[in-house]
Structure formats: C-alpha cells, structure tokens
C-alpha cells in the first residue's frame, strides 16, 4: 500500500460520518453560545422581575462563572476525551461525550424550582453546564481526528472549515428558536403571566436535544477510522518487518516536501487492544520530533491569543462593541465569512490566510484605538467590520484546522486537545477580564483594543516560527519515515 496514494484516496469509511460531524459542532456551539439569550430570562425570573423590582440585577460575578461553566467543562473534554480517543480509538470515544452532553443538558433543563434562593439556583446550573461542557469539549477533538482521518488529502482543509464553519449558525438558530418560543408565550406574557418565562429558557436550551438524540445512534455505531489504525501500530512495529524494497526512508524535514514512502500493509486488526494501547501509550510518552515541539506550541498559542480576542468581542454582548454602537447580532453575521476561509484554503494554504488575518486585524484595531477619540462611530464600525472580516477569513478557523492536521494519527486526539483547551483558557481569561478592565474607571475601550493589537502582533509572530503550513501533507506519512529512521537507528 502506498500511504501517498492512500492519502490523496481515503474516502469516507462509514457512509457519511462527516454529516454526524456537522451535527454534532452545530450543537456544541448552539449550547454554548444560547446562554446569551437566556441569560436576560434568568435575570427577570430569578432576581426580582417577577417581585416586580425596576431594575432586576443579577450578579456580576455569579453570571460570570454560569457563563464560564462550559468552557471550564470544555477544557476537562478536550484533553480527557483527546486521550481516549487514542489510546482507545475513535469508534469507542465518540458518542460517549454526545451522551455526557445530553445527560448534562437534561439536568440543565430539569432545574428545581424547590431550591430555595436564586443564588443556589445559579449554582446549580454552574454544576450542570459544566458537565454539559465536558462532553461538549470531547467533541473538538474527536471531530477534528475523525474528519481529518476520512476526508481526501486535497479537500481535508475544506472538510475541517467546513466543519468549523457550523459554529458561525449557532447563534441564528438560537435567535430564531428563542423568537419562536416568545411568540407561542406572547398572549400569556402579555397578559401578566410572567412565570411562564421558567417554562421559556428550558425550550430554549432543550430544543437542542431534538438533533442531538436525533445522530447519537450513529456516532455510537460508526466504524473505526483506518487511518488511526494504521497509525497506531506503528509503535508496534519491529524491524523485520520493515524491507529495503518496500520503503524509502525520508529526511526528517517533515513540512517542506510532499514524501513518496511505500509500506506494506500493517493490518493493524491483527494487534490486540493490549498491544494497541501499549502503543498509543508509547508515543505520547517518547520524545516527540523536534518538528512537532514549535508545532505544539504554536498551534497551543495561537489558539489562545484567539479565544482572548474573540470571547472578549463576542461573548457577552461585550463593552467594547457596544461602546463603538456595534451590535453583537451584526458581530454574528459577520461570522459567515468563515466561508471565504473554505474557498480558499487550498489555494492560498493555512499559513498564509492565519499571517494575513492576524495582521490586518491588528492594523484595524490600532486604528481604532489610536484615534478613539476622534474618529467617527462610522469609521469605527468600518474599521471593525474589516478586522471582523479578516478575523474569520483566517485564524478563527486555522487555528482549528492546523492542529488537526499537523499531528499523527496516533497522538492527533491528545495534540488538537491540548491546543483546544490552552485556547479555552484564552476564553475564560477574557470572559473575567475584559468587561471589567474596559470600563472608565479602569483602563477604558481604546487601551482593551491596544491589548487586542497586541495579541494580534504575537499570533502573527508565532505563526512564522512556530506554525508549518499543513496544505498537501500527510502527518502520517511523516510519521512513518521517522519511525523508519528510528527503527534503522536502533538496529
């Protein structure tokens, strides 16, 4: 078998397991990204609207860490599941983390109304969403693998953008679901019956058990991924069974050139799960390439410096667009140039498109920030709706796709987990921060948009170290020469 050819070629292994993936982003984003909407009920409901106070107040600190919950649970998802779903492959891990999201939105929904003060309310929604968040983070990386694994080496990119791109429709549904629920409710609301507002959030959130229940069975029963088998029997390999005719053995220099290795068919069905696992174990443990180490790195940070910028604009309705008379609804539109991004990645590659994102959203933003005082609301909106453009024509979606390309089968599941959650540790530091620095009294708007430039010139700047372009290459072919290398070292 020749592992180029097997590249280019591999094919779907189990009807279209990439429908399940678009499924199952689409709610993951739909469930973290709903707690916007609900968020005002939960107020009205719960901290004095139905006692009829003018101004219900919910506490700022309590609503960060119930907005927080997922991503806290996320971060426990991706690097557990990631694990998982290599040391025990992709067929037995996913679905396992649909279910744990089910479990945990039906307890979301299933709040009692017996617990005594909003307060404890508050935290038991805290509890719930994480566990919600955990099975939701399980899904980036197992996605990610999956897709990459049965997607043709030419369109791997598209496939993962595209993936990707279900985040950018969260919010529409979630608007449209939570205006249709309104008008059911409208003639009891309008008639003084505001508790039924208890009855709105739980539609709200539970509607998402609808697909979600509706594509369990087949995430439960998809096929293993052929590639990850491959993969993970490399470790096992022994040098008699490696011969002169049937390999040639690469230079280390892993992304710079397309390798042309030929290798005979491990069948890695033949292994026991013992053997597997011992194998999986093996090499997260070794010393990884000194190709993959900035690799890492890279990927990790410029995921992070991401979510800094694009949680402390998006989540939340945040001060900073409000202040520039920049609605969120606009922001979430704007998000749909995501699609640009698919079109192009396989012509102009990843690496370039993160660069040239990257830079000109740190032009935007100094602009802005530099002149805040002077410069119009129209220019302001301007020049946010070209950073915005930028933003997601570019590193909202590489910094996803690279990490689930640049990694080998064998250690894919962990390596895009790590990257994922050091990403929502970007989140969650930006949900604490920003709308509390940005005020007056603090450091202001413009100085929170000098830290956005800044974050913008790091990634730009990590990037060109520590960032390889993916586009045409197979990570596992790469893989396998240095396992070659190391084989004909030792012998």
Known sequence: MKWEEEGYSRKDDAGNPISIEEVGFFLDSYDLFIVNLVTPVWTYEYWGGLQHKKNPTYPLLLRGAVNAAANIGNIIGQLSFGFLGDAFGRKFVYGKEMIIMIVGLILVISLPNSIPTPTLKMWYLFGFRVLMGIGIGGDYPMSASIVAERSSLRNRG????????????????????????????????????YNQLDAVWRIQIGVALVPAFAILWQGLTMLESKKYLQSGGLSTLKSSSITDSTSTVGTSSSFNKHPTTEVRDADSNELSNTDRRASIIEAHTAPPSRDYIPASGGTALSWFLVDVAFYGLNLNQSVPLAAIDFSKGKTDRLRSWIFFTIYFIEILGRRWIQMQGFLVCALMFGIIAGDYAHLSTAGKIVCFTIAQ??????PNATTFIVPGEVFPSRVRGFAHGVSAATGKLGAILSGVLFN?????????????????????????????????????????????????????VRD
């Open 158 to 193: 598209r496939m993962l953008g595209w993936i990707f791109s279900n985040q950018g429709w969260d919010t529409l549904a979630g608007s449209i679901v939570t205006l249709a629920i309104l008008g059911c409710f409208s003639h009891a609301l309008k008639a003084g019956h």
């Open 389 to 394: 453009f930028f933003f997601n024509f570019g």
């Open 436 to 488: 509390y620095l940005s005020r007056p009294i603090k450091i202001s708007v413009a100085n929170v948009l000098w830290i956005f430039f800044a974050c913008k010139m790091l990634r730009a700047i990590v990037t060109f170290f520590h960032v390889p372009e993916t586009k045409g290459i197979d990570a596992d072919v790469v893989d396998y020469e240095e396992c070659q290398a190391a084989i004909r």
